[in-house]
Structure formats: C-alpha cells, structure tokens
C-alpha cells in the first residue's frame, strides 16, 4: 500500500505560481512512477504530468508543457509539480497517484494509489 497526501493548493491571480507537494509513505518511493492529474466538476480526470521512478523521463499534457515542471525527490519520497504562468483554465483539483511499475503513464487505470486531491483555484 502507498499513501499519498498533497498539500500547496491555494487561489492565485493569472500569471502567477504554485508548487504541489505529494508526500509518499508505503511501498518504496524510488520504484514507483508518480504522476499528477487535474479534475474540474462534470469532467473526466485529466492526465497533468509524470515521473519516472529514477526522475530521469518526464512527460507532460500539451495544455500544461512549458510552464509546469515535475520533480521528485527519492529521499524525501515526495514529488513536487512547480506552476507557473497559471490561466484561469488551470483551476481544478488536483490529485497526485502512483503506479506500482517504475515506467511513465498517461491514463488513470495505470495508477494503482491516489491522494485526497488538493484544490488550485486561479483568478482571472
């Protein structure tokens, strides 16, 4: 089992930053792809950004390529997402899931455990 906790949520003008945290504790950290997705009312979870287990592959949504950055840190089994240039289209809630396999995932069934979700809110 793997719990995950996000915090960093927050309301923020357009054009400005946020950086989600996703504290792990459970399976161990450095072998698992950790991912964040977004989800507003009435639509699907959306796929945001992912990691590789060793940090070393990345891969991101379009809508979100060139201004977020995910990041882990093994030793802290913590990953981060860094938000910058935020739109107002950005605001949702988001949720930070790991996958028992190491390897980089787009589609929530390949993740096996989710967090509570945290809840970004941008201003126009």
């Known amino acids: 089992q793997v719990q995950l906790v996000e915090s960093g949520g927050g309301l923020v003008q357009a054009g400005g930053s946020l950086r989600l945290s996703c504290a792990a504790s459970?399976?161990?950290?450095?072998?698992?792809?950790m991912g964040w997705f977004r989800q507003v009312p009435g639509k699907e979870r959306e796929f945001v950004a992912a990691?590789?287990?060793?940090?070393?592959?990345?891969y991101y949504a379009d809508s979100v390529k060139g201004r977020f950055t995910i990041s882990r840190d093994n030793a802290k089994n913590t990953v981060y997402l860094q938000m910058n240039s935020l739109k107002p289209e950005d605001t949702a809630v988001y949720y930070c899931?790991?996958?028992?396999?190491?390897?980089?995932?787009?589609?929530?069934?390949?993740?096996?455990?989710w967090g509570q979700g945290t809840q970004v809110t941008v201003s126009s």
């Open positions: 459970g399976r161990p950290f450095s072998s698992t792809a």
């Open positions: 990691i590789s287990w060793s940090g070393g592959s990345t």
């Open positions: 899931a790991a996958r028992r396999r190491g390897s980089i995932a787009t589609y929530t069934d390949e993740y096996d455990y």
